[in-house]
């Protein structure tokens, strides 16, 4: 009677043992494994096929855009470049076109986008056209304006204009035509950033200019 009874706690046992793994089994197959992510060589070329087929009229296939009026993005911080995306997708940042075009890019393809970009730092085709203005430029941008509580651009850009990821853009090799214009909407408070709209506002028109030209001619590695 005893040896029955072990036998048949023996058979219990394994059957438990046996379904418990089944069912464990089967929870697993529920769960999908995790992705892994992809390698930094995979978002590089998934950013150049979202840069060829969705950046590349406004900015280029490298990044240095054919239309003045439009951002070089070649050399950009990758992180910044995501966060403004992110920004216009989110309407954050008001630009209709761009909405748009962010508007079906997840996470991961605005780091890639990044990636791209930013790997791509060569030799821009904008030039300062005014000497004397680009040295106006220089000036505030290596020193600031003390009376006019305008500090140095290059505390925040860096002394080669190359800007500080995710923070901070690279601004050197910059079309003038947009340099412009974006200080103009920081001044008027129309592209909100607390510190940006603060700097603009003291400046004068002549050293919004004078910056652009200077910012044009910059080169950074």
Known sequence: MKKTWIAALLVCGTSLGIAGAATAAAESAKTPAKAASPTYAER????????????LACHGA???SPIPANPNLAGMPTEYI????????SGKRVNAIMQGMSAGLTTEDMKAVGDYYFAQRGKSQAVASDLKKAERGQQIY???????KVPACAGCHGASGAGIPAIYPRVSG??????????????????KN????????RLKESDLVALSEYLAGMRAR
Not at 44 to 55: D, M, N, P, T
Not at 174 to 191: F, H, I, M, V
């Open 142 to 148: 290596r020193v600031g304006i003390a009376e006019a």
């Open 62 to 64: 490298d990044g240095y």
């Open 174 to 191: 910059q079309w003038p035509d947009y340099t412009l214009a974006q200080l103009k909407a920081y001044a008027s408070g129309e592209r």
């Open 44 to 55: 590089l070329e998934r950013g150049k096929q979202i840069a060829s087929s969705v950046c």
């Open 194 to 201: 607390a510190q940006m709209n603060a700097i603009a506002a």
């Open 82 to 89: 995501a966060k403004q995306l992110e920004y216009f997708k």
